[in-house]
C-alpha cells in the first residue's frame, strides 16, 4: 500500500453498545467504512473526532487495530458517540444515540490534509461543515452518505460522483429516491433496500441487485461495508452491476457478525452502563 493514493472516510465514530448482550463494537458510519478499506488491503484514512472521555480511548485503540493511522482522530472537548442497541432474536432495536462531539467536528485544513486523495468518502458531518462542497471545491472524488446526518441533510451534492442512502419502500420509491440524489447533482445515486437489495441510478439507467438470502446476525454497519465495496469496485473501473454485486457480498458478510467491520467486541464496562443505567433498566419488548 505504500505510495498508493489514499482513500479517505471523514466523519462520524460511535461505541455500538449492545444491551441485550453487554458487549460494543466500535463503530460509525464513516469509521466503519475506513476499517472496511483498509480490511480490503486499501490505503485507507479516517478523520473524525472523539470526546475527552473514556470512550474515546476506546475508538482510537479500534481504529489503530484496524491499521487506521491516528493521526486522523481529533480531540474535542465532551463525550465520544455512544449507540445503544438491544439487539434480541435477530430484531434491532435503536434505544439510544448520543452524537457526542461529532456534529461539532469541523477540520479547518480538510482541504490540505486530503491533498492526493484517491476517494474521499463523508457521513456523519455537520452541514454547516459543508465538508463535501469544499472537497468538491478542492478537486477531490467524492460520495457522500446521506443517513449519516439528521434528516438526511448534507447539502448540495453538486460534483459529489456517489450519493447514497437507503428507502424501505417499494421499488418505484427507491428509484424516485434515486432520481432525486441524481437531481440534486450526484453522478450516480445509490439507494440500499435491506432485505429487498439495492439499486443505482447512472446516466438515466437504473441498475437492480437482490440481496443474499441470509439469517442475519447483526445488519449494523452492513451498510457502510455495502458502501466501502462500492466505491472500491467502482475506482477499480467496474461498472454499476459489478460495484452493486460487490456491495451486497460485502454486506453480507458484515451481517454474520455483531459489529460494522472485523474486531473483537468487548464488554461492556461498568462505567458505561451506569451512564446509561435507565436504558440498560428497560425491559425488553415481548
Known amino acids: 500500500m505504500t505510495g498508493a493514493p489514499e482513500l479517505f472516510a471523514l466523519g462520524d465514530n460511535c461505541l455500538d453498545v449492545y444491551v441485550e448482550q453487554g458487549r460494543l463494537a466500535v463503530g460509525g458510519s464513516a469509521l466503519n467504512v475506513a476499517a472496511q478499506w483498509r480490511a480490503m488491503g486499501r490505503p485507507a484514512r479516517y478523520l473524525g473526532a472523539v470526546g475527552t472521555d473514556a470512550a474515546a480511548g ?10 487506521l493511522p491516528p493521526e486522523g482522530i481529533e480531540t474535542l472537548a465532551g463525550a ?3 449507540t445503544l442497541i438491544r439487539l434480541r432474536d435477530r430484531e434491532r432495536d435503536f434505544l439510544h444515540e448520543d452524537l457526542g462531539v461529532g ?3 469541523n477540520p479547518a485544513r480538510v482541504e490540505e490534509t486530503t491533498a492526493g486523495a484517491a476517494w474521499c468518502h463523508v457521513t456523519g458531518t455537520s452541514p454547516e461543515a459543508a465538508i463535501p462542497q ?6 477531490r472524488r467524492v460520495s457522500v452518505d446521506l443517513l449519516g446526518r439528521p434528516n438526511g441533510d448534507q447539502g448540495s451534492l453538486a460534483g459529489v460522483e456517489i450519493a447514497v442512502t437507503s428507502c424501505d419502500g417499494e421499488t418505484a420509491e427507491a428509484a424516485e429516491t434515486a432520481a432525486a440524489l441524481v437531481e440534486a447533482g450526484a453522478r450516480i445515486g445509490v439507494v440500499m433496500r435491506g432485505a429487498d437489495g439495492s439499486l443505482a441510478l447512472q446516466a438515466g439507467r437504473l441498475f437492480t441487485a437482490a440481496a443474499d438470502p441470509i439469517v442475519p446476525v447483526d445488519t449494523c454497519g452492513a451498510g457502510d461495508s455495502f458502501i466501502a465495496a462500492f466505491v472500491a ?3 477499480d ?8 454485486a460487490a456491495a451486497t457480498r460485502s454486506a453480507t458478510r458484515t451481517c454474520l ?3 460494522g467491520f472485523p474486531q473483537r467486541d468487548r464488554p461492556v464496562p461498568s ?4 451512564q446509561y443505567a435507565p436504558h440498560f433498566d428497560r425491559p425488553a419488548p415481548q
Request: net charge positive.
Open 58 to 67: 476506546i475508538v482510537r485503540r479500534a481504529a489503530a487495530a484496524a491499521g
Open 80 to 82: 465520544t458517540g455512544v
Open 103 to 105: 456534529p461539532l467536528w
Open 134 to 139: 469544499r472537497l468538491v471545491a478542492a478537486g
Open 233 to 235: 469496485a467502482h475506482l
Open 237 to 244: 473501473g467496474a461498472g454499476v452491476p459489478a460495484a452493486l
Open 257 to 259: 457478525h455483531l459489529g
Open 271 to 274: 462505567w458505561l452502563a451506569e
